[in-house]
C-alpha cells in the first residue's frame, strides 16, 4: 500500500528533523567527521527517494481534466490507478498515476508525459551518471562504482543498454552547426586530420571457429574506427633546424624563434567504425561550417595510408595534403636503425643529416641516399628491404612532403591531434584488457566518448532528453520541460 502525500510529509519532517539532532545532539560530540559525512550521505540518499516519492504522489493525487483522447480523435476510458518503478539516484521508488485506455490503443498516463518520464525505469540523471562514467571506465567499473556511492547494483546489460539508448542522438547532434563562440582572428589556418584504430570486435555467431586456437590467434577480428578532427590554428613560422632538434629531443640551434606553440580553436573529434568514406564526408561538412572569412589556408593532414589520402582529397580538394612527419621520421628511424644497428655512434647524426634534407624540402636527395645506400653489396638482403621501403614510402609521398614550404608558412605538420585522439577516445577505452564489441555497442561508446572530450556533454544532454521526450510522447500534448538553475535564499532550486 502506498503511503498517502500528507503520511510522506510527516515521515520526511521528522527524519529531516532527525538529522538535525544527529549532528547536533551529546553523542555527536564523540563522532568522527568520516562517519557523520557517511552516515548523512547514506541518510540523504534514503531521504531523497522519500521526497521524490511525495513530489510523485503530490502530482498524481488529481485526476487528470476529461476527457481524453487518443491522437486520433478517439475517446479514452479512465481505469483507475496504476503503478510503476522508477529507479533514481536515490534508489527505486514506486507510485501509481491516472490510467486511461480505448479499444485498439495503447493504455497511457498523461502524467508520464507531464514528468518526461523515460521509456525505462532507469532515471534520465542516474543513466546520465552511469553513461558519463562508462564513457571513461568499464561497465565492470562503473557498476562497482555505482554500487559502492549509491548503494544500487545495475547489470552490465542495463549499462550497456543505457549507453546504447543515451548517443541515439549523437548522429543529429553532430550533424548541427557549431556553437556561434566568438572567431578567432588570429587563428587562420583551418585543418583537417584523420587516422585509424582498431577496435576489437566479438566474432559472429555464424564464424567457424576451432575449439582450439593456433599460436596467435585470436577470438576476435578488428574494425577500423576513423577518427577526424578539426580546427583552426594561428600560423607558427619555424625553421627545419628548429623541427629537427624538436623530433630527436635535442637542443634548439641558436636563434631559433621562441615562443609558445599556437593551441587548436574550436578542435572537435569524430570516431566512427562507417568507413573512411564516411568518415570524410562528416568531416569535410563539419569542415565547411568552419570555413569563416578569416581564414586564408586550408590543410589536412594524414599518415602515408594511400586510401585514406584518396578519400581526404576527394572531399577537401580546396585542402592542401600534408604527409604526417612523425610517420615519415619512423621510416627514417627504420631505415639508418636497419643499416647501422641501434648502437652505432654515428647513427643520431645520419638521422640529423638526412632529417634535415626532408624538413628542407629535399625529399629526393633522401631517395636517392636510400637507394644508393641499398646498392651496396655490403648491406644484406633485410638492410636492402628496409632501406628500400623507406625510399619507396618517400617517393608514393613526396608530393605531400613539400615540408620547407609548409614550415614558412607556419602550418602544422604532424597529426599529433589525432594521433592522440586515436590513442585517448579509441584506444584507451576500446582495448582494455579482454573487452570486445558489438559494432552498435562500441559507436556508441565512441560517440558519446567524443562528446564528452569535445566539452559537449551537458549540452548533448539537453538535446537528447529533448529529442527523447518527442519520440516518446509526441502527439500526447505534452512540451518537454525546459530547466534553469536559479539562486534564492543562499539555496540552489531547480525551477520550472
Known amino acids: 500500500m502506498i503511503a498517502t502525500p500528507e503520511t510522506m510529509v510527516h515521515d520526511v519532517t521528522q ?6 539532532d544527529y549532528v547536533t545532539n551529546e ?3 564523540h563522532r568522527t567527521a568520516y562517519d557523520v559525512e557517511r552516515t548523512l550521505f547514506r541518510r ?3 531521504l531523497g527517494a522519500a521526497l521524490l516519492q511525495l513530489f510523485f504522489a503530490s502530482r498524481a493525487a488529481t485526476r487528470p481534466s476529461e476527457p481524453r483522447t487518443t491522437p486520433t480523435g478517439r475517446r479514452m476510458r479512465y481505469t483507475g490507478m496504476r503503478e510503476t518503478t522508477y ?18 490503443q495503447p493504455g497511457t498516463c498523461p502524467l508520464d508525459a507531464e514528468l518526461s518520464l523515460p521509456k525505462r525505469c532507469y532515471s534520465d540523471l542516474l543513466r546520465e551518471w552511469f553513461t558519463y562514467g562508462a564513457t571513461e571506465v568499464s561497465y565492470r567499473a562503473t557498476q562497482d562504482l555505482l554500487t559502492h556511492i549509491l548503494g544500487q547494483t545495475l547489470s552490465v546489460q ?3 543498454t543505457g549507453m546504447q539508448e543515451t548517443a541515439e542522438d549523437a548522429t543529429t547532434f553532430f550533424a548541427q552547426p557549431p556553437d556561434p563562440t566568438p572567431v578567432d582572428p588570429t587563428a587562420t589556418i583551418l585543418v583537417a586530420q584523420a587516422d585509424g584504430k582498431g577496435v576489437p570486435l566479438c566474432q559472429s555467431l555464424h564464424d567457424q571457429q576451432p575449439a582450439r586456437l593456433k599460436r596467435g590467434q585470436k577470438r576476435s577480428k578488428k574494425k577500423e574506427a576513423i577518427v577526424t578532427s578539426s580546427y583552426t590554428i594561428a600560423p607558427h613560422p619555424r625553421t627545419p633546424e628548429a623541427v629537427v632538434a624538436a623530433l630527436l629531443h635535442e637542443k634548439p640551434p641558436t636563434g631559433a624563434a621562441s615562443g609558445e606553440r599556437p593551441a587548436p580553436v574550436g578542435k572537435e573529434l ?10 570524410l564526408e562528416r568531416l569535410a561538412q563539419r569542415v565547411g561550417q568552419h570555413d569563416h572569412t578569416h581564414i586564408q589556408q586550408r590543410v589536412a593532414l594524414t599518415d602515408g595510408a594511400e586510401a585514406l589520402q584518396q578519400q581526404m582529397q576527394a572531399h577537401l580538394p580546396q585542402h592542401t595534403l600534408v604527409l604526417d612527419i612523425i610517420h615519415a621520421t619512423e621510416y627514417l628511424w627504420d631505415a639508418v636503425t636497419s643499416w647501422l ?3 652505432h655512434p654515428e647513427r643520431q647524426d645520419w638521422m640529423r643529416r638526412q632529417l634535415t634534407h626532408l624538413l628542407r624540402g629535399e625529399t629526393q636527395t633522401v631517395i636517392s641516399w636510400l637507394e644508393r645506400v641499398a646498392s651496396d653489396e655490403a648491406v644484406t638482403p633485410s638492410q636492402r628491404a628496409a632501406l628500400l ?7 608514393r609521398n613526396q608530393a605531400y612532403m613539400r615540408y620547407d614550404h609548409y614550415l614558412a608558412q607556419g602550418w602544422p605538420i604532424g597529426t599529433g591531434v589525432v594521433e592522440g585522439a586515436c590513442r585517448h577516445v579509441v584506444k584507451d577505452r576500446m582495448e582494455q584488457s579482454g573487452m570486445r564489441w558489438t559494432e552498435v555497442g562500441a559507436q556508441a561508446v565512441l560517440n558519446l566518448r567524443a562528446i564528452r572530450i569535445n566539452g559537449q556533454w551537458e549540452t548533448y544532454w539537453a538535446y537528447h532528453r529533448q529529442q527523447q521526450h518527442e519520440r516518446r510522447y509526441a502527439g500526447k500534448g505534452s512540451v518537454a520541460p525546459q530547466w534553469e538553475l536559479t539562486f534564492d535564499s543562499n539555496l540552489f532550486h531547480w525551477a520550472a
Not at 92 to 103: D, E, K, L, S
Not at 389 to 395: D, E, I, N, P
Open 44 to 46: 540523504l540518499l534514503a
Open 158 to 160: 542495463a549499462l550497456e
Open 27 to 29: 553523542e555527536s560530540r
Open 270 to 279: 569524430r570516431a566512427t567504425l562507417a568507413g573512411k568514406a564516411v568518415a
Open 87 to 104: 529507479v533514481s539516484v536515490f534508489g527505486p521508488v514506486r507510485f501509481a498515476r491516472h490510467y486511461y485506455t480505448a479499444p485498439g
Open 341 to 343: 644497428g641501434e648502437t
Open 389 to 395: 621501403r623507406t625510399a619507396g614510402y618517400y617517393r
Open 15 to 20: 527524519e529531516f528533523q532527525a538529522l538535525i
